[in-house]
């Protein structure tokens, strides 16, 4: 009888053993699984990180980025336009030089200018910056810059590059300022 005794003992802590481990196991698993939808939540959280522009230089070379592309938008310069527009928004909206214009609107013709009324920098990588703008188009009514018919609110993204010297525009609706 102390054979068998023996025997069952064993068994009986292997059992035990076993299930202990797939305990110990199923607790690291679900441990696991937390973690990974903690740095999820975490990561959609994230917000950009930007902050108000106060360098008047480059408050004013932004705008000037803008006022070329309305430059080419009344003169309804497509391939220019399409120079200009960020490459990500070309293939979102399916923008090709026959179809850009009625893609982003035309404008009326005559003489436009941008006046950015507030500006905000994210620094994307090292040598590119992008620009979150509000300011209103303003189309002048004849050669004096003092005489203004139309204000218009436009809001756009701008992506400076530095080491390239270029830029980017993509047309925005304004989340940010809202």
Known sequence: MDEKLEKYLTGKN???ICILLLVVLILL????VGDLKKDNKVEKKE???TE???N???FYTVSSCINKYLLYLSDEDETSLLAVLD???ISKNNITEENVLEKIGKLAPGAYSFSARKM???QVSETITKYYVSGNIIKNGSL???IMEEKQSAYYIIKLDASNLTFSVTPYDGKIFK
Request: hydrophobic share 50%; proline share 0%.
């Open 52 to 54: 108000l522009v106060t």
């Open 47 to 49: 917000e950009i990180k």
């Open 120 to 122: 905000y920098q994210e």
């Open 29 to 32: 698993i679900i441990t696991a």
């Open 56 to 58: 008047a230089s480059r």
């Open 144 to 146: 004096e810059i003092n």
């Open 87 to 89: 490459a990500s928004y």
């Open 14 to 16: 292997f059992i035990m």
